[in-house]
Structure formats: C-alpha cells, structure tokens
T-cell receptor, first 117, second 115 residues
C-alpha cells in the first residue's frame, strides 16, 4: 500500500520555540494531506487540510497562526508549531489519499510526539 | 454535521472470546465507512471498509456491515487473539473517492486481549 512518512517521530523542545514536523508521501503524489492531533484517551482531531500550492483549510477552533501548514510539493507537507507551549504537547499525525486508487481510504504517517517543556 | 460515535473502552477480553465494538454515525448523503487500527507505538492502518449500504468489509477475521437503516457499522470478530490488542477507530468519509474529503473519526476503543 501507499506509504506516508513523518519526521521526526518524537521531539522535545523548550517553551517558546518553534518545531517543524514533515510529512512525506513516499510512493504516490498527494495533492491533499490532512493533519490530525491525537489527544490522551485516543481521540483524533482533524486540525487542517493541507492543499498543495495553496493555503491550508483549518478546522474551527484551530489557530492558523499557531499551527503553520505548508504544502510546497505533491509529496511534502509541513506542520510548524510556533511558540510552542506545554499545552501543545501531543501526538501529531498526518495522512494522505492516493488519488489514483479511488478507494477513499487515508494512509497515515507514524505520528510525531511533541513534548514541550 | 457528520459525526461518528463508538463505544468507550477499554474492552478487556480473554483470548478466543467474541468481540463487538459498536459504531454509529450521523451523515448526510451516502458516506463510506472505515475501521482503522492503531497497534501500540504505531500509526493508524486501515482494517476494513464499506462504501455502500449492506456492504460487508472484512479483513484478518474482522467484519463490519454497513447498515443504513440503523446507521451502524459495528466491528466483530469471532475469536480474538492477544495480537489483536490495539485501539480501534471507526470513521466515515463524506464522499467516496474524493481526494480532498475529510475522514471523521470516532474517539477510538482500546481493546486488551488477555491470554
């Protein structure tokens, strides 16, 4: 199946710094990627839809200036958590569809665990 | 708006027990329905899917039937194994096959199978 890779898989940073997480589709082109945040007790919250070559579409309640998303190419989307604070500590997961498959399923990255001290 | 409701866990079973994880949905139109599984320390993987009413998705001994009349997509397995211990997510996509369509997830159900 299609492969989506995230990097880094875990990161620890100091409060006030910015952290960038990369999401790559390794064997297909993804015009659209999705960023999720996974909270304790497992629930997944869709943060934004990342569109190649255009601005991301953010879900209600997600701060676009806090969570910067860039989708510069058909295989790469990045999420930057700006001026991170301890409450931003979470598991961030990206996903993408392989449009050529027409199955509707999403392929997920391994996730990136962010810990803000 | 579209939403998915699944039973809260954790669900603890003995090996070879029968498993049911309930999932119901609210959606306009004709969504596609999915079950994803997240094993410890790993990302989400598609377990099975169904794209229209009365379809049955199946994989690795798991089954779920798309029931439009009850708006449900319950996950079942006749005999669970310790290796099935994971978090299971029910999800829907508001249109089949569209690359930009969102996947809406339930809250996830933790399954713990004891030997």
């Amino acid at each position: 199946g299609a492969v989506v890779s995230q990097h880094p898989s875990w990161v620890i940073c100091k409060s006030g710094t910015s952290v960038k997480i990369e999401c790559r589709s390794l064997d297909f082109q993804a015009t659209t990627m999705f960023w999720y945040r996974q909270f304790p007790k497992q629930s997944l919250m869709l943060m934004a839809t990342s569109n190649e070559g255009s601005k991301a579409t953010y879900e209600q309640g997600v701060e676009k200036d806090k969570f910067l998303i860039n989708h510069a190419s058909l295989t790469l989307s990045t999420l930057t958590v700006t001026s991170a604070h301890p409450e931003d500590s979470s598991f961030y997961i990206c996903s993408a569809r392989d449009g050529s498959l027409h199955t509707g399923e999403l392929f997920f990255g391994e996730g990136s665990r962010l810990t803000v001290l | 708006g579209n939403s998915v409701t699944q039973m809260e866990g954790p669900v603890t079973l003995s090996e070879e027990a029968f498993l049911t994880i309930n999932c119901t949905y609210t959606a306009t139109g004709y969504p596609s329905l999915f079950w994803y599984v997240q094993y410890p320390g790993e990302g989400l993987q598609l377990l099975l899917k169904a794209t229209k009413a009365d379809d049955k998705g199946s994989n690795k001994g798991f089954e779920a039937t798309y029931r439009k009349e009850t708006t449900s997509f319950h996950l079942e397995k006749g005999s669970v194994q310790v290796s099935d211990s994971a978090v299971y997510f029910c999800a829907l996509s508001d249109r089949y096959g569209g690359a930009t369509n969102k996947l809406i997830f339930g809250t996830g159900t933790l399954l713990a199978v004891q030997p």
